[in-house]
């Protein structure tokens, strides 16, 4: 079964950090371009970076200002972001997903993981 | 940043009404443009891909037209189980952007 599962996700304070988790299973990471998207409480989609198939680029949406680092590990079909300086606006419901061949839609996602940045 | 914009931001309908949903880019994103589904407390699901292609499993009531800056979301026939959110989301360009949503409401 194609799935995807993240974790890591917490309670942090302000100023703090946390490396949330994805691990791939039924596909490879590698055969795809991996993206993390976020979700606010009650509010709508923001789509957070992505990482390409073979790993060489990596994007970020504006508002991440070099806080955010999105990394994979092939050898464990993982996908990473690191988080950090958080404030209470990242706190949300962050997803992972695969972009679908050639068209990079998101066809699969996990459940999610959440973080609440609050002192 | 490519902005996309969604309308109306909720709308409610009957079980059987033809409901279209509207989605407007900043600049044209060519007929790279997504729809998602989404229902309380759950992932989002994708429902058309390439702006009109149905994704694999996703009723035929629902399709999707339109390129350039312009695109629109159809559901024929709704029925109990589409009532939810709406969100549409370019893959034209990076950084890509999602539209704020459109919720779909029991009238």
């Known amino acids: 079964e194609v799935q995807l599962v993240e974790s890591g996700g917490a309670v942090v304070q302000p100023g703090g950090s946390l490396r949330l988790s994805c691990v791939a299973s039924g596909f490879r990471i590698d055969d795809y371009t991996m993206h993390w998207v976020r979700q606010p409480p009650g509010k709508g989609l923001e789509w957070v970076s992505a990482i390409t198939w073979d790993g060489k680029k990596t994007h970020y949406a504006d508002f991440m200002r070099g806080r955010f680092t999105v990394s994979k590990d092939s050898g464990k079909n993982s996908l990473f972001l690191q988080v950090n300086s958080l404030s209470p606006d990242d706190t949300a419901l962050y997803y992972c997903a695969r972009g679908i061949l050639g068209y990079d839609s998101l066809d699969v996602w996990g459940q999610g993981t959440p973080v609440t940045v609050s002192s | ?107």
């Not at chain 2, 969604?6 to 600049?27: F, K, Y």
């Not at chain 2, 390129?67 to 360009?93: K, M, R, V, W």
Request: hydrophobic share 30%; proline share 7%.
């Open chain 2, 1 to 107: 940043d490519i902005q996309m914009t969604q309308s109306p931001p909720s709308v409610s309908a009957n079980v059987g009404d033809r409901l279209t949903l509207t989605c407007r880019a900043s600049q044209s994103v060519s007929n790279h443009l997504t729809w998602f589904q989404q229902k309380p407390g759950k992932a989002p699901q994708l429902l058309v891909y390439s702006a009109s292609t149905l994704q694999s499993g996703v009723p035929s009531r629902f399709s999707g037209s339109g390129s350039g800056t312009d695109f629109t979301l159809t559901i024929n026939s709704l029925q109990p189980e589409d009532f939810a959110t709406y969100f549409c989301q370019q893959t034209h360009a990076m950084p890509r952007t999602f539209g704020q949503g459109t919720k779909v409401e029991i009238k």
